[in-house]
């Protein structure tokens, strides 16, 4: 069993940024896929960003250029660096972790392990 911990949301202004984080206590990373997902009140789990083993990241078109997610594999974390917020931004964001890869890995039925999420709330 993976636990994995988010931390790092909040309430926010419209144009700032933030940097979410998740921790793996039990730990490695390594071989695990990792992404991030949000789900907005009213709406389904949306795909965010994924991390991949090897390297190498992949995002949500509506995260291209705005998002980063990174993975510290020494520290057991994953990181999603979020700028230019905006209102609809909003969501309860989560950590997610994959044991191996599956097709369609924007889908959150693909991944094995989750996170209890972090608030993030973009003011206009």
């Known amino acids: 069993q993976v636990q994995l911990v988010e931390s790092g949301g909040g309430w926010i202004q419209a144009g700032d940024s933030l940097k979410p984080s998740c921790a793996v206590p039990g730990g490695p990373v390594t071989g695990y896929i990792m992404a991030w997902f949000r789900q907005a009140p009213g709406k389904g789990r949306e795909f965010v960003a994924v991390?991949?083993?090897?390297?190498?990241?992949y995002y949500g078109d509506s995260q291209t250029g705005r998002f980063t997610i990174t993975r510290d594999n020494a520290k057991n974390m994953l990181y999603l660096e979020m700028n230019s917020l905006k209102p609809e931004d909003t969501a309860v964001y989560y950590c997610?972790?994959?044991?191996?890869?599956?097709?369609?890995?924007?889908?959150?039925?693909?991944?094995?392990?989750w996170g209890q999420g972090t608030q993030v709330t973009v003011s206009s």
């Open positions: 997610a972790a994959a044991a191996q890869y599956r097709p369609s890995i924007r889908r959150a039925l693909n991944y094995d392990y």
């Open positions: 991390s991949w083993v090897g390297g190498g990241s």
